[in-house]
């Protein structure tokens, strides 16, 4: 194996800690303040079907906002790195803006 190719899968591997590690930790900031959110209306949307909407519309928020902004300043650097078109991007991120709001009528 090449120095080269043993490289490139150190930085796959520290890529994946990467972006585990966004999607825990702003996962669960997000969710905390959405949790906020919701407890300020009076809603509790915890262990309900509601919540699993609302944790499902973070990762689609996470996964767009990774595609398009943060895969760019991480480990590994490939000519397949492109940013989600913008047919896609919009309507994904309207989709988990639309679940947000739609979760507490699941409860």
Request: charged share 15%; net charge positive; aromatic share 14%.
């Amino acid at each position: 194996m090449k120095f080269q190719d043993v490289m490139t899968l150190i930085r796959v591997i520290l890529e994946l800690f990467c972006i585990i590690a966004i999607f825990l930790i702003l996962g669960a900031i997000l969710g905390g303040i959405l949790n906020l959110i919701y407890s300020s209306i009076g809603v509790n949307v915890e262990n309900t079907n509601g919540g699993w909407l609302a944790r499902i519309s973070i990762f689609i928020f996470l996964f767009v906002l990774y595609r398009n902004k943060l895969q760019f300043s991480g480990f590994y650097k490939g000519e397949k790195q492109v940013k989600l078109p913008r047919k896609v991007s919009v309507p994904l991120v309207f989709c988990s803006i639309l679940m947000i709001i739609i979760a507490p009528i699941f409860r």
